[in-house]
């Protein structure tokens, strides 16, 4: 009798999950520009409370602050408990509106969604937009937030966003300062062409953990497209992305793709 040698079992390595919702393909051009010169000015990183605002809270201590019976949160740092003894960083908080309002304030999870902060009227460089803003102290980190407008809660779509449910919040990160040094400007186009069917274009991607979405703006018509452009921050490293059209998410041709055997994503990487 010949006996035969057993054969060693061979194990495949795990692929690592790729995390986004396949959909299918819409043809377009976008590009990604990485420019390495590191702005000086402070932008969004962490957040610490997702749940949508308690309105009837906020509304209230806003009630109070018009009544003279709460203080404005922007006027006494001892209304700044998230702060304590950690490095802080000012961000501006901004409202464009094509109306005056009469009031405006800013409401985030950086004060648990119940300090208000009154905005500023500011200079604008157009007749047609108005201006309120609103400097906020605030520790690294990612924060959600809303602008109550004439007792009405409203969000920026210029700004990221992120979705839970029926809310619709504004998104923000801020980074140290030691982050900031290391981050690199990259600028996200995506070029339409064809029948102007195009209601919103975002990017969403690793550097927000797959939530927040970033609005892409539009910047020109050029050799019949129209073109879309967003500008983030991000830091080094690999970073996945999609795009999501019109609420699909959706792939671009001619960009660098990695996918395992369901997702499939864009990537790039910051050097």
Same mark, same amino acid.
């Given at each position: ?6 054969? +060693?079992?061979?194990? @495949?390595?795990?692929? +690592?999950?790729?995390?986004?919702e396949p959909q ?35 509304? /209230? ?8 019976? =709460?203080? !404005?949160? /922007?006027? !006494? ?7 304590? !003894? ?10 464009? /509106? ?23 009227? $500011?200079?604008?460089? @157009?007749? !047609? $937009? ?9 520790q690294a980190g ?17 700004q990221p966003i ?14 140290? +300062?030691?982050?900031? &040094? ?7 186009? *995506? ?16 550097? @927000?953990?797959? *939530? &927040? ?20 921050? =991000? ?23 990695? @996918? ?7 990537? =790039?990487?910051?050097?």
């Amino acid at each position: 009798e010949v006996k035969s040698e057993p054969q +060693p079992e061979v194990k @495949s390595e795990p692929q +690592p999950e790729v995390k986004s919702e396949p959909q299918p393909e819409v043809k377009s051009e976008p590009q990604l520009e990485v420019k390495t010169e590191v702005p000086s000015e402070a932008i969004p990183e962490s957040t610490q409370a997702k749940s949508a605002p308690e309105a009837q809270t906020a509304v /209230s201590n806003i009630q109070e602050i018009e009544h003279g019976e =709460l203080s !404005d949160s /922007s006027e !006494d740092p001892s209304l700044h408990p998230w702060i304590g !003894d950690k490095t802080i960083i000012e961000y501006d908080f901004i409202w464009e /509106s094509t109306q005056e309002v009469e009031r405006v304030y800013v409401i985030g999870s950086f004060s648990y969604w119940e300090l208000p902060f009154e905005m500023e009227k $500011k200079p604008s460089d @157009s007749n !047609d $937009k108005h201006v309120y803003c609103a400097t906020v102290p605030l520790q690294a980190g990612e924060y959600q937030y809303k602008f109550l407008v004439n007792q009405k809660w409203e969000h920026s779509a210029s700004q990221p966003i992120v979705v839970e449910g029926s809310f619709v919040n504004n998104y923000v990160q801020i980074l140290t +300062p030691e982050q900031q &040094a290391k981050r690199k400007l990259v600028t996200f186009t *995506w070029k339409e062409s064809g029948a102007d069917t195009l209601q919103d274009i975002y990017v969403i991607g690793t550097f @927000s953990e797959w *939530w &927040a979405k970033f609005p892409l703006n539009f910047v020109s018509v050029s050799n019949g497209e129209r073109v879309y452009s967003t500008e983030l921050f =991000l830091l080094p490293g690999e970073h996945q992305f999609k795009f999501i059209r019109n609420g699909n998410w959706v792939l671009a041709s001619g960009l660098e793709v990695v @996918s395992d055997d369901v997702f499939t994503n864009h990537y =790039l990487i910051v050097q």
